[in-house]
């Protein structure tokens, strides 16, 4: 009786170690990977192939009150080390979002809409009409007028901002940010004070290329920005942070593309990451990720919360 009961406990023990599932921001998820807001998630098909493909969860394409075509072409370039993106924001507008979003939810993986407004006003009207698994406020598009960094720069808009959501809803509230900026955790602070249920760390580094055979700016909108491997240590810096000074969870993104970003981000202290420009590779990344992470656990014995943070206390 006591051989079996102690077999019970070691497999309990085992499984537990070697389990990726936990909470991230507020939701229950089988792994902490999640698919990146704006990369695959435009339509349910996209954001249904993810969560297949083994996310932890999904973030939509960043979706405002009225469709918007985004920014003149070219959009997208790539450059040493990553991708330089301006889209502009395009999206077909909340209303015609919400089927996109019930497709993907009936793969039982959680979806979470990445919302954008240009004042708190259209940030609740927005979250308080779609119904999703949590929201994720970009506060963060570095390169369009009136939306994004245009706000997210401002603590005290932060705060209002994510205020207006969270007090309308009652699911789990993200409020990424952006690293265009000097101080990113007074950002992090201000995002907590409005109620924030986690922040999201990094949107894209502003940036830009230019043809020199024409001697023009290559992408339409002049400038965008940076994602890849080049910002990833940006990332991780933001994240350490942030979860130093944060009683909020942080989640990592930016630049991250293999197990072993992954491990780095959450020994930074990041409690969840998301895949974006990676997925570029195709959406076995995920897989890979979760596959490698977990041998990694096994390998040093030790479990996703005692990996969270340990960067900062071998100091
Ligand atoms: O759509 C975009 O151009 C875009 C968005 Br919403 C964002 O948050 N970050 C970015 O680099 N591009």
């Not at 939306?147 to 009652?170: A, F, H, M, N």
């Amino acid at each position: 009786m006591l051989s079996i009961s102690n077999s019970f406990i070691s497999f309990y023990l085992l499984f537990h170690m070697l389990s990726l599932s936990g909470q991230v921001g507020g939701l229950k998820l089988r792994n902490p990977i999640m698919l990146a807001a704006g990369v695959l998630g435009t339509s349910g098909a996209s954001l249904k192939r993810a969560a297949k493909a083994g996310a932890g969860c999904v973030v939509t394409k960043s979706i405002g009150r009225d469709p918007r075509d985004g920014h003149p072409g070219p959009t997208v370039v790539q450059v040493d080390c990553g991708l330089l993106n301006a889209m502009g924001l395009p999206n077909p507008g909340y209303k015609e979002f919400q089927e996109e979003i019930n497709i993907a939810k009936l793969t039982g993986v959680p979806v979470v809409a990445s919302i954008f407004g240009s004042d708190p006003k259209e940030f609740s009207e927005i979250s308080s009409a779609l119904r999703a698994d949590a929201f994720e406020l970009n506060l963060s598009c570095p390169h369009t007028e009136c939306y994004g960094d245009e706000l997210g720069r401002y603590p005290e808009l932060v705060e209002i901002v994510t205020r207006s959501v969270k007090d309308r809803v009652d699911v789990p509230v993200w409020v990424k940010l952006t690293p265009n900026t000097a101080d990113i955790v007074q950002l992090g602070f201000a995002a907590q004070r409005g109620g924030a249920d986690a922040v999201v760390a990094i949107n894209t580094l502003r940036a830009m290329a230019i043809d020199i055979e024409m001697g023009t700016p290559i992408l339409g909108n002049i400038f965008g920005g940076l994602s890849g491997p080049a910002i990833k240590p940006v990332a991780v810096k933001c994240v350490y942070d942030l979860s130093a000074n944060l009683d909020i969870p942080v989640i990592g993104v930016g630049g991250i593309s293999t197990w072993e970003d992954t491990v780095e981000m959450i020994m930074a202290g990041a409690q969840g990451v998301q895949i974006g420009t990676a997925l570029y590779r195709g959406y076995e990344v995920f897989h890979d990720i979760t596959n490698g992470l977990l041998s990694y656990l096994e390998r040093k014995s030790i479990t996703l919360e005692q990996l969270r943070g340990m960067a900062r206390r071998q100091l």
